[in-house]
């Protein structure tokens, strides 16, 4: 468990009392998996992720599933893993009455702090209308890099393939 101090962003959440970060671990209760489901697929609907796609993810060694709390209620989710030099975000999810807090951007602050040092980019898809998502990644560092034509279902949409670098100074 980690706190708000620790992420890196001290904007916005550090009036919150009880904020906490915390990265899913074998250790973790696996009540959590049903709870990031339900949040995930509150936020986004059919793209929203299964209790067991959480649970396979955080089990990798290469996986990372981090959650937010206020106290010991779950208010934000990030989830992604990491490969060769490269890592994928794949879940940002925020409760609606916790937005634009700052809470996504410290969740993605705290992803990129549990890489490992040689990891040099990050990459994310995301819906082409999801201009709060979008704005989010822009504001975190991401560049849009390509388009994927029709890449989502229910509706088909295009993905926005964005792209950030990780800063050698900024590594562990
Ligand atoms: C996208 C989402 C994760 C953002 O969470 P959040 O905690 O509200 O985001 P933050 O408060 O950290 O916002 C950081 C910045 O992102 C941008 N942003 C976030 N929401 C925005 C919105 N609704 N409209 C415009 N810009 C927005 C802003 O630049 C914001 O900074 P500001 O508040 O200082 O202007 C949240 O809206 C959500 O859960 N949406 C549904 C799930 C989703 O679409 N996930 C992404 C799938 S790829």
Redesign the pocket.
Known sequence: MFTAEKAGMMRKVDFMDNISFCRITSETDEKIFDILSELDKS??GADGWTAESFKSESAKDNGIVICCYVGAFVI?LISGYFASDEADITS???NFNY???????HLIAEFENQLPEYISEIFLE?RES????V??YK?CGFENLHTRRNFYDNPVENAIVMRKELKKSNNK
């Open positions: 936020c986004v934000g940002v999810a925020v937005r634009r807090r700052g809470i996504a951007g995301v999801n201009f709060p998502a704005s989010l504001k």
